[in-house]
């Protein structure tokens, strides 16, 4: 087997059918669940996105509300798991770090394994854990969740405890249905080798929760706001950008591994961006933030006239999500709230079709050294 | 892209270079830190081959002295945590959802992220986790973790609360030196993917045992252990290995997916449980057990002479870990609490030399779906 091909990144290698998302980087297309991204994320509501990844359709009136019921119903988390919570707030431990142990925990006070039901229950409590972190990193109490509240309104709600405003709820959803899912992105990939060995989805959703957690995946939004809101202050983008490109730094915000063109994911989240403060009667901000991105891609193309950057994900998700109340700590949580959708969706797939996942290694250390006890050594 | 090979199992596929170990399933070899697993586990304590998979070398006395004293620093667990085990408990997860729920939590109470460190910590609670687990399952009071002892001492007396006997620790130790790495299985694969984003090595232990427990690669040793404690009962292995064979039925501790040949575990393990139930003056149970491979082998041939069937590693897990106390609910997450070793040494070599793992998947759902609104459906 020894002439078989080191591939690190596993670059080209197909490892899944999949009919949940379609990634069309030449062209900045995104297809998730037969929906253009735009299609579905200016529409659907959270709950609608996810029955179309685990049941390729949309759910009729009756279905999505039992969908929902039973989403709402199974939101709380028990006080073991809340201690643990608060533990990790104390020890000012990140967000994705309570998330992992609030996840690998989501099968507590539930019932016996059953992979759809598992996945119900992980989407549920993902963003009651993260609220109830986050609360106690406040030095608030942390807020019951409220049943009569859809998905992302609750997810608000237990943020702040104050019942969200329709804006602020829709700008919220729109994030959550455009980053539902992204393909065979490495936490995705990681919830299918999980499962590949017939392991369970609870275990899926927090192996994959661990991938994102690292800054090459669920990158770095937070600081992406940092210079939005730097940039609004000074007032001068032209400036900020020169200052960047000539000191040979990147531009966060800008440029993907797979979309040659502008990621069509931005397009969403500028659109909603563009309606949330429009309805917030606070643009001065939002404008800022789409000067700087006009005169960045001019600038970026000027500085790399081979290669086309444009606005990434990470771009409008800041200035979206700050608008929406979510804070800049919570920014990749908050993405891993709406993509444990696509990774128990996949998790699912994975399973009623499956085939263990089983790369191999290359050795390149000794053979056959012999052994000295300790104290010869 | 759409010619791109689809390789569901990536089969044939190498993705790391590594120098943890080799396995030459055709001459039923297998290589840990550049010794033969032989030479490793007859001879080493735990500290030992881990600190060998960390630095490609043997510790000097005080190197070993020191490491030793750091892993038996650090094997407490907070009362968060073991609040979190009890309800596992209480709740009758199985022992690798608590050993999920403890790993995830892993970095609380210790110190800022940092790779070698975390893997550490880790390796040095795995026990703690699967001892308290037990300990309440059992209805006990979980047991303090002593600094006095070995790592395998010490997991054996956080089980029983009794310190153990000498013949017991050396069998526990050479199960886990032998198992303690094994190429790119499905769950070390999945710890070098997490930490390929950049994450961090609590979250791919987590994401690890995840992985493990599925069936598929964690196996099942503990239906192995009921087998061979039927066989011995009836006293006549031929007659259960013929019935197996006339039903059609797959004869659970023979055969292995890389190993043509016996795997070389099982010739250590079957040693080890040897010179166990020796010291122990226990040799009925052995005996029998040797007898059911001879002719299980026997009959295997003959049934499919094209393709070779020997005793796999859960074979003889099964007797030697039932030997030495560790009770069959426990025999996954033992194999977890040695294969940690590993986990985290690929998750530094991974980090040493770092390229993000991303496949491709295959679209194979629709397009240009349009939206229609939930009052028409």
Same mark, same amino acid.
């Given at each position: 087997?020894?002439?078989?091909?080191?591939?690190?990144?596993?670059?080209?290698?197909?490892?899944?059918?999949?009919?949940?998302?379609?990634?069309?980087?030449? &062209? /900045?297309?995104? $297809? =998730? #669940?037969?929906?253009?991204?735009?299609? @579905?994320? +200016?529409? %659907?509501?959270?709950?609608?996105?996810?029955?179309?990844?685990?049941?390729?359709?949309?759910?009729?009136?009756?279905?999505?509300?039992?969908?929902?019921?039973?989403? &709402? /119903?199974?939101? $709380? =988390? #028990?006080?073991?798991?809340?201690?643990? @919570?608060? +533990?990790? %707030?104390?020890?000012?431990?990140?967000?994705?770090?309570?998330?992992?142990?609030?996840?690998?925990?989501?099968?507590?006070?539930?019932?016996?394994?059953?992979?759809? &039901?598992?996945?119900?229950?992980?989407?549920?409590?993902?963003?009651?854990?993260?609220?109830?972190?986050?609360?106690?990193?406040?030095?608030?109490?942390?807020?019951?969740?409220?049943?009569?509240?859809?998905?992302?309104?609750?997810?608000?709600?237990?943020?702040?405890?104050?019942?969200?405003?329709?804006?602020?709820?829709?700008?919220?959803?729109?994030?959550?249905?455009?980053?539902?899912?992204?393909?065979?992105?490495?936490?995705?990939?990681?919830?299918?080798?999980?499962?590949?060995?017939?392991?369970?989805?609870?275990?899926?959703?927090?192996?994959?929760?661990?991938?994102?957690?690292?800054?090459?995946?669920?990158?770095?939004?937070?600081?992406?706001?940092?210079?939005?809101?730097?940039?609004?202050?000074?007032?001068?983008?032209?400036?900020?950008?020169?200052?960047?490109?000539?000191?040979?730094?990147?531009?966060?915000?800008?440029?993907?591994?797979?979309?040659?063109?502008?990621?069509?994911?931005?397009?969403?989240?500028?659109?909603?961006?563009?309606?949330?403060?429009?309805?917030?009667?606070?643009?001065?901000?939002?404008?800022?933030?789409?000067?700087?991105?006009?005169?960045?891609?001019?600038?970026?193309?000027?500085?790399?006239?081979?290669?086309?950057?444009?606005?990434?994900?990470?771009?409008?998700?800041?200035?979206?999500?700050?608008?929406?109340?979510?804070?800049?700590?919570?920014?990749?949580?908050?993405?891993?709230?709406?993509?444990?959708?696509?990774?128990?969706?996949?998790?699912?797939?994975?399973?009623?079709?499956?085939?263990?996942?089983?790369?191999?290694?290359?050795?390149?250390?000794?053979?056959?050294?012999?052994?000295?006890?300790?104290?010869?050594?």
């Amino acid at each position: 087997m020894g002439d078989d091909i080191l591939n690190r990144g596993l670059e080209g290698i197909r490892v899944a059918e999949t009919r949940l998302s379609d990634i069309d980087g030449e &062209a /900045g297309e995104l $297809t =998730i #669940g037969g929906y253009s991204v735009d299609e @579905l994320a +200016r529409n %659907a509501t959270y709950e609608e996105s996810v029955f179309l990844l685990f049941h390729d359709r949309l759910p009729s009136p009756d279905e999505l509300d039992e969908f929902r019921a039973d989403l &709402a /119903g199974q939101r $709380t =988390i #028990g006080d073991e798991v809340r201690a643990v @919570l608060r +533990r990790a %707030a104390d020890e000012d431990k990140p967000a994705m770090d309570a998330l992992r142990m609030g996840a690998a925990a989501a099968n507590l006070g539930a019932g016996a394994e059953d992979p759809e &039901a598992d996945a119900r229950r992980v989407i549920a409590v993902f963003p009651t854990i993260v609220a109830t972190y986050w609360r106690y990193r406040e030095g608030e109490a942390p807020v019951e969740p409220r049943e009569d509240l859809r998905h992302a309104a609750n997810y608000l709600y237990m943020l702040t405890g104050e019942e969200p405003d329709d804006p602020a709820v829709r700008g919220l959803e729109t994030y959550l249905n455009t980053v539902v899912d992204h393909g065979l992105n490495a936490s995705t990939f990681t919830a299918r080798t999980v499962v590949s060995t017939e392991s369970d989805v609870v275990s899926a959703a927090t192996a994959a929760v661990g991938a994102l957690k690292g800054p090459l995946h669920g990158g770095a939004p937070g600081p992406v706001l940092d210079m939005l809101r730097t940039v609004h202050e000074r007032g001068d983008p032209e400036a900020f950008v020169r200052e960047k490109l000539d000191a040979g730094e990147r531009l966060m915000g800008f440029g993907h591994r797979v979309y040659r063109v502008r990621d069509p994911r931005a397009a969403v989240l500028s659109a909603a961006a563009s309606e949330f403060y429009e309805d917030a009667g606070d643009t001065e901000f939002f404008e800022s933030v789409k000067a700087f991105e006009d005169v960045a891609v001019d600038l970026l193309a000027e500085h790399k006239p081979d290669r086309r950057l444009d606005t990434n994900v990470e771009f409008y998700t800041a200035a979206l999500l700050d608008g929406v109340g979510i804070p800049k700590e919570l920014f990749t949580a908050c993405f891993a709230v709406s993509r444990v959708g696509g990774w128990t969706a996949h998790a699912l797939e994975q399973l009623g079709d499956n085939r263990l996942i089983r790369p191999l290694s290359t050795y390149v250390g000794d053979h056959d050294r012999s052994w000295t006890p300790v104290v010869e050594r």
